[in-house]
């Protein structure tokens, strides 16, 4: 199974609207969803975290990279402060993750030219210099969304032949699992 971690510097119009688009869904915090896809005729279920970025969530996130087989990175071509991030957030990838784990870098609201201020070239060295993919995307616009995904996940499936990741053991921890109860008996 997939699982792709999906993270956001901050909360935007790229979640609301990326949302809506891939699930038809809200969401709040942590955001946890499951899209099945077909890719080279194998269907693949994406497991996708959002965490919005947001640092009350850094210690459950960094806990998420260890099962994660992809991880995307997104900054707004907007907003500096957002890239400035990107760095962080692949430090703490390289701390926490597996280290053969997928990564790509998303600038997204590429539809928004006239309000840029991250160059496309700032994206794709950052990308190049951690040997990474790099898109830029429009959630609004719903520009590259798909793409995004299905390059993750093809790259993915392309590290693992032979093996189906759609088949392979549940290592969720269960929350709310229902335990069985000893029996109170007496003497």
């Known amino acids: 199974m997939f699982e792709i971690?999906?993270?956001i510097e901050d909360i935007s119009i790229f979640q609301l609207?990326?949302?809506?688009i891939v699930f038809n869904m809200s969401f709040c915090g942590i955001d946890f969803k499951i899209k099945t896809i077909e890719l080279e005729g194998k269907k693949i279920k994406l497991q996708i975290w959002d965490t919005a970025g947001q640092e009350r969530f850094h210690t459950i996130t960094?806990?998420?990279?260890?099962?994660?087989?992809?991880?995307?990175?997104?900054?707004?071509?907007?907003?500096?402060?957002?890239?400035?991030?990107?760095?962080?957030w692949l430090r703490n990838i390289d701390e926490h993750a597996n280290k053969d784990v997928e990564k790509m870098i998303l600038g997204n609201k590429c539809d928004m030219e006239d309000k840029r201020v991250i160059p496309k070239e700032k994206g794709e060295d950052i990308a190049a210099e951690h040997g990474i993919r790099f898109l830029e995307t429009?959630?609004?616009?719903?520009?590259?969304?798909?793409?995004?995904?299905?390059?993750?996940?093809?790259?993915?499936?392309?590290?693992?032949?032979?093996?189906?990741?759609?088949?392979?053991?549940?290592?969720?921890?269960?929350?709310?699992?229902?335990?069985e109860k000893p029996s109170q008996r007496c003497c």
């Open 5 to 7: 971690i999906f993270i």
């Open 17 to 20: 609207v990326l949302i809506h």
């Open 62 to 88: 960094t806990s998420y990279y260890r099962g994660a087989m992809g991880i995307m990175l997104v900054y707004d071509i907007t907003n500096p402060k957002s890239f400035d991030n990107i760095a962080k």
């Open 138 to 179: 429009s959630a609004k616009a719903n520009i590259n969304i798909e793409q995004a995904f299905l390059e993750l996940a093809s790259a993915i499936l392309s590290k693992t032949p032979g093996r189906d990741p759609a088949q392979q053991p549940d290592s969720n921890v269960r929350i709310n699992a229902q335990r």
